[in-house]
């Protein structure tokens, strides 16, 4: 389990310090890790309750760090105009977003966390306490990109074959684009998912068609690849069911955070 962040207290002020997993690279290629935050209020609760934000799980996640989160780096969110501030929060990594709402969380709400499963042998619902300090946060390994190379590749009109290429992670804009579309057709949403963070293929200009037509075997592959290397908080938890004795892995998601 990675080590707890240090929390720095800012004298005369509610808000805390921490360290972003990957960070903000800005157009200069510089990294800004430190980030700080401060709890949420009734005017977060409102913003994230309407109906053009609240249907769209990667926009309410969007929505309560641009306005919780005060600072990344050197960058304020006092001194940014509004769309500024959200193309930085939106082209964070889904990890780092995943770490700052769980910071977020723990300023306003405390740190236990209460989960609601059902057990898959007896169907019995269960309420799951578990502390913030449980949670396992898996550590970014340091490359912005990973290189991949398709067990079968892609075939152009001249029979060449193309296998290597690389991945980027996905970040806010990603989470948005897809949320609604993966509760609808996964098979679209994985298409545009990779899509999206396939950054170099050999030279070719990807493109959903292209995408589509790689065999099952390539796109789980790919899929698989960005499973194996994400960082940020692991959204599971073992839970042991009272009544049945049954072990088994429970899944959370974000809004467990709120």
């Known amino acids: 389990m990675a080590k707890k962040a240090d929390v720095v207290r800012i004298h005369g002020s509610d808000s805390e310090v921490y360290e972003l997993l990957a960070g903000y690279r800005d157009e200069n290629g510089i990294v800004h890790t430190e980030f700080q935050v401060r709890e949420m209020t009734g005017v977060e609760e409102e913003a994230i309750s309407r109906n053009e934000i609240k249907s769209n799980g990667g926009k309410v996640i969007r929505t309560l760090i641009e306005r919780c989160c005060t600072r990344i780096g050197t960058y304020e969110q006092s001194a940014l105009k ?21 910071k977020i969380r723990e300023v306003t709400i ?7 499963h059902k057990c898959p042998n007896c169907k019995q619902e269960l309420v799951t306490a578990l502390d913030i300090d449980e949670l396992e946060i898996i550590p970014f390994k340091g490359d912005w990109e990973i290189d991949f190379e398709l067990p079968r590749g892609y075939v152009d009109k001249e029979g060449k074959v193309y296998t290597k290429g690389k991945l980027r992670f996905p970040n806010g804009y990603d989470r948005e684009a897809l949320d609604q579309v993966a509760r609808n057709n996964i098979g679209l949403a994985n298409t545009m998912l990779l899509t999206r963070c396939i950054v170099d293929f050999s030279g070719l200009k990807v493109h959903d068609s292209l995408v589509k037509s790689l065999s099952y075997k390539d796109r789980d592959y790919l899929l698989n690849l960005l499973k194996d290397n994400q960082f940020g908080v692991k959204l599971e938890t073992e839970v042991t069911c009272v009544s049945c004795g049954e072990s088994f892995v429970g899944n959370m998601n974000m809004a467990n955070f709120l």
């Open 82 to 102: 509004e769309k500024e501030w959200r193309e930085i929060i939106q082209s964070l990594t889904v990890g780092d977003q995943d770490y700052i709402m769980l």
């Open 110 to 116: 405390g740190e236990e966390i209460e989960v609601t």
